[in-house]
């Protein structure tokens, strides 16, 4: 029997995160969409929760906390729900620091994960997704190749978070096309290595506040213990578990932002002399939307779980994932039709909701619980 009643430390960690994300992310939301900028002191401020340090064992200077999959989704989802943007920006660091602390060797782990335990925020990043129709996870075409002792990597990926600001950059490459998910390995690369082209910063229909790149990789020569996990190489596939655990609460959170400004607004806005809430067509269309979000949130932590338990959640994850990216679309879109024409106009947030919930169907692995 599964039971998702949070520990008073879930609970503690929801109330916390999740009055930080009203208070101050909603704020910053609209002005960061705009201009494409997310305050500096924001970000310092989210930091300070231990988003990463958190889950860093006290030998590396963190605190020393258990790793969890489901409290991780928890704090996804609070902060998208004050913005989907600026909450993947101030969890990019994720990508990069919970690979090697999950997978790495001991010595990637004595490197690197000290990094993420300071007062200021580290930029760090993970290069996924190629920018081909048909991208698939299981065959990259970013390739790596023995070279002597070390390896040669090429090819290109695209959306990768704050790549322009970040020090170190976690890039997945096919090693052996013919095993699939066990046939990914992960590179340990530093920005301005030789080989490595960064792009300008792209130009995307959502998530606009969220700085993103395309990354070029051309005879990229990495040594031998730039290799994640050393000989033994990566859980590429629970890593990507826990990518679409992350990306699909953030969906949850951002779709549940929208119900409660459409349900609000419904309250508010009068209809012959009566608030539109009552009538039964509006009514239905919130009740929907919040059973979508419970059934939502339910199929993530069911993944989260699973992923805690050490299993196998590839599955789990997939299908939770993509359930969200579809309900929060239609969630998202639900609100902006509440609103009626003022759904429309840039004087309230659903229109930008809409867009940010757009991106749950075309991005993968730019999150991590």
Known sequence: MIDFELSEEQQMIRDSVGGFAREEIR????PADESGKIPPELVVKAWQFGLVSGAIPEKFGGGGDTRSAVTGAIVAEELAFGDFAIALHVLAPRLFAYPVLEMGTEEQRAKFLKKFCGSDFVAATAAVMESRFDFDLTAMQTISKRDGAGFILNGAKCNVPLADESENILVYATTDASKGFSG????????????????????????????????????CRVDADARLGGDKGIDFSRLMSEARVAFGAMGVGVANAAFEYARDYAKERKAFGVPIATKQAIAFILADMAIEIDASRLLIWEAGAKLDKGGDALKESYLAKNYVAASALKITDNAVQVLGGHGYIREHPVEMWLRNARGLAAIDGIATV
């Open 184 to 219: 990914v390995d992960a590179f340990l690369l530093a920005r301005n290595a030789p080989g490595i082209a960064i792009s300008e910063r792209e130009k995307n229909m959502g998530l606009k506040a969220l700085a993103t790149y395309e990354l070029t990789l051309k005879d």
């Open 27 to 30: 704020a910053a939301a609209r």
